[in-house]
């Protein structure tokens, strides 16, 4: 069975960093695409990032320059770093392997 869980998420003033995980357990994270997606509310998921197996990556104009998304293959862990955080960057950050599976989620909260 597949699982995913975030950790990282936290309050940061404007400006700051935070670094997310996503540890994945199950034999599918060395051949899935893996996301990152946030939802504010009133929103549906906002896609952020996608990595594949081979490290090419993808971003949304929103966060390009700003957040990295990265993978480790051996630990099956996927990372989401996040630099010079803006206050609309505050939401619910969700890991997404391949097209079906989710995390829980992990609180980001950005104060001015």
């Known amino acids: 069975q597949v699982q995913l869980v975030e950790s990282g998420g936290g309050s940061v003033q404007a400006g700051g960093s935070l670094r997310l995980s996503c540890a994945v357990s199950?034999?599918?994270?060395?051949?899935?695409?893996a996301s990152w997606y946030r939802q504010t509310p009133g929103r549906q998921r906002d896609f952020l990032a996608m990595i594949t197996p081979g490290g090419n990556t993808k971003y949304d104009d929103s966060v390009k320059g700003r957040f990295t998304i990265s993978r480790d293959n051996a630990k099956s862990t996927l990372y989401l770093q996040m630099n010079n955080l803006k206050l609309e960057d505050a939401g619910i950050y969700y890991c997404k392997m391949g097209v079906t599976f989710w995390g829980q989620g992990t609180q980001v909260t950005v104060s001015p």
């Open positions: 199950g034999n599918l994270f060395g051949i899935n695409v």
